[in-house]
Nanobody, 127 residues
Framework: QVQLVESGGGLVQAGGSLRLSCAASGRSFSSTAMGWFRQAPGKERELVGAIDWTGGSIYYADYVKGRFTISRDNAKNTVYLQMNSLKPEDTAVYYC????????????????????WGQGTQVTVSS
């Protein structure tokens, strides 16, 4: 079992920044691939980015590349999503997810491969 708790969401003006955190517990975090997803009202959940066990391999969706940064601190069992230059279209509930079966150095991009999910945190970007 893995428990994931996101924090750091809120309301921000366009062009602003937010940093989301996802604290994990219940299993060895350092051998778990992690991902960030988001879901806007009326839309499907989509991948924002993913990071492998060590943080050495990171994937970003095109719509956030150059603006968002994913990192992890295995000593703190936490993965982060730094969001800069936010746009109104970034408004969504953001979720972190864990894949406990991923091989080392592999980033997991398919939603269906993730085993555990956090409860989500709302990010609202005003224009």
């Amino acid at each position: 079992q893995v428990q994931l708790v996101e924090s750091g969401g809120g309301l921000v003006q366009a062009g602003g920044s937010l940093r989301l955190s996802c604290a994990a517990s219940g299993r060895s975090f350092s051998s778990t691939a992690m991902g960030w997803f988001r879901q806007a009202p009326g839309k499907e959940r989509e991948l924002v980015g993913a990071i492998d066990w060590t943080g050495g391999s990171i994937y970003y969706a095109d719509y956030v590349k150059g603006r968002f940064t994913i990192s992890r601190d295995n000593a703190k069992n936490t993965v982060y999503l730094q969001m800069n230059s936010l746009k109104p279209e970034d408004t969504a509930v953001y979720y972190c997810a864990a894949d406990v079966d991923a091989r080392p150095l592999r980033v997991v991009v398919r939603l269906s491969e993730y085993d555990y999910w956090g409860q989500g945190t709302q990010v609202t970007v005003s224009s």
